[in-house]
């Protein structure tokens, strides 16, 4: 299993395959080549069909200023993945394939990015718990026995969610023109009668900034910040819980997302919107059941339920933007994280082992989501985004 830390990156929004992970190509391919005058990019695949909506052609041309980049769209290529390559008058420098692996980490044939190396020596959750139990150790013991510094970067990551949060709750007006969606976190914030109500508004507060390409953490994507976002929000700003209990949460949750991350994935563009609002529904879930005491049995189930009834979400943004049905969707999830804990409670207390492990869902979740129609994995080709468009035209 990768690092926790970097289901938790902080970057520019709306997508984190499209904004951090290009982002991410580009820096990598500068630092090396510095010479450079001249860049020419390809995008393909999911790039290419939402990389307008989702300001990737953007966000590298302004990474690799000061030179001049050319950025071109191949819509014919299914990969998702970009091409990369630097010059100066004199000399052209090696092509870069980029792979996207979601949440912003990325995988490049020519250069070690980092993103790939095993921090923790298990890959399920079955085998963490035989870990535990043979070492005597909680879960948190076992994360800071193999992954140091995990609570230094959490921290940063956790601080930017409730900025981003607040900076989502106190602004107002037309957030994306030419589909008339105007913010509506603050007025959800107001409007709110119960701590659900108010938990939906930070959800939206999150997803409209990063709709708006603000800094945001991921939680495990940017498209899909907001659950856990709102969750650390609520439980430190209304429920007073120290910052430390939820930064231990966060490490919780970020095992299953991780896990979900190494076993199927983590990315809408491979595996559907259950691979990135399915999987924060399991982290938020997880979450919440460890600070609310929960055993790590009922902390697995309600991971468990999070993402088993998210299994099969499709991913269709509207015109390639990251709102519709996005920011709603993180609104909804939250509610289902919470749902899903109250389940696992419910059910620990009938049934004491679940007949459904999380390994099993995550299993499932891989084969459902290679099984997904590519027009249903971010290329706004089929779903939503279709049915938006006919209704325009
Ligand atoms: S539909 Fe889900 S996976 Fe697709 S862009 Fe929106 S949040 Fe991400």
New binding site residues.
């Given amino acids: 299993m990768k690092a926790i830390k970097d289901i938790y990156r902080i970057g520019y929004g709306p997508?984190s395959s499209h904004t951090i992970a290009p982002q991410r190509a580009a820096f990598f391919y500068k630092d090396q080549y510095p010479d450079c005058t001249r860049y020419e990019v390809t995008l393909c695949g999911s790039l290419a069909l939402t990389g307008k909506g989702h300001r990737t052609d953007e966000i590298i041309k302004e990474t690799l200023l000061p030179a001049e980049t050319e950025v071109a769209f191949d819509y014919e290529d299914p990969e998702m993945k970009l091409l990369i390559r630097g010059m100066t008058p004199e000399k052209e420098y090696p092509q870069w394939s980029v792979i996207s692996l979601g949440g912003g980490s990325i995988r490049i044939d020519k250069f070690d990015s980092g993103d790939e190396k095993d921090i923790y020596p298990d890959d399920s959750f079955a085998d963490i718990k035989k870990r535990l139990k043979h070492n005597g150790w909680t879960l948190p013991q076992y994360l800071l026995h193999y992954e140091s510094g995990l609570y230094d970067d959490l921290k940063r990551s956790l601080e930017n969610m409730l900025d981003c949060v607040d900076r989502g709750l106190s602004s107002s007006g037309l957030l994306n023109k030419e589909l008339n969606y105007r913010r509506s976190a603050s007025e959800l914030y107001k409007q709110a009668e119960d701590d659900l109500g108010r938990c939906i508004a930070y959800a939206y507060a999150v997803g409209e900034e990063n709709a708006a390409g603000h800094k945001i953490t991921t939680a495990p994507?940017l498209?899909?910040a907001g659950i856990v976002a709102s969750i650390a929000y609520y439980y430190i700003k209304d429920k007073g819980y120290p910052e430390e209990r939820v930064l231990e949460a966060m490490a919780v949750g970020g095992v299953f997302g991780d896990l979900i991350k190494q076993n199927a994935t983590i990315a809408?563009s491979m595996g559907?919107?259950q691979a990135?609002?399915g999987t924060a529904c399991a982290m938020g879930a997880a979450m919440i059941a460890w600070l609310e005491g929960q055993p790590l049995d009922t902390v697995e189930r309600a991971a468990e339920i999070g993402i088993e009834h998210h299994l099969g979400l499709t991913?269709?943004?509207v015109k390639g933007y990251?709102i519709i049905?996005?920011i709603e969707?993180n609104g909804i999830a939250v509610l289902r994280a919470f749902d899903a804990v109250k389940l696992a409670r419910s059910l620990a207390a009938v049934h004491k082992h679940s007949l459904v492990s999380f390994d099993m869902v995550v299993d499932s979740m891989n084969y459902t989501g290679k099984k997904l129609a590519v027009e249903l994995r971010?290329t706004s080709l089929g779903g939503l985004a279709l049915e938006f468009k006919n209704e325009k035209n």
Wanted: hydrophobic share 10%.
């Fill in positions: 997508s994507t498209g899909s809408g559907g919107c990135e609002v991913c269709d943004p990251v049905p996005c969707r971010e």
